[in-house]
């Protein structure tokens, strides 16, 4: 059995509102029957049957896309490495404040 939902003016005026949108009149009420055909499907789907269905969560048929993390020696260390930055403060570089 399908219900139809029906989204009524306070509903669209309400959604508005929470969006901070001004919506003039025409606008309320293509918006009151767009929301409510999508409301619709949304029934719709949720009537549907799944059971004995597996939830798919990709579908590119990949295993596994990473590789474990691993350490590498690189011959350096980190305070060699602060020698290149033209300041430094407790080991860490230093930068201009970027955000006011």
């Known amino acids: ?4 939902a029906k989204l009524k003016r306070d509903d669209i005026l309400k959604l508005a509102q929470l969006a901070r949108l001004d919506l003039d009149e025409d606008e309320i009420t293509e918006f009151t029957s767009e929301l409510s055909a999508i409301l619709g499907y949304v029934e719709q789907l949720q009537n549907a049957d799944t059971t004995g269905l597996k ?5 590119t048929g990949l295993l596994s896309v990473t590789r474990d993390d691993e350490m590498r020696d690189y011959g350096y ?10 300041t430094v403060k407790d080991d860490l570089i230093k930068v201009k404040r970027i955000i006011g």
């Open 55 to 59: 939830p798919t969560n990709q579908v």
């Open 77 to 86: 260390e980190p305070k060699d490495l602060l020698k290149n930055v033209p």
């Open 1 to 4: 059995m399908l219900i139809m």
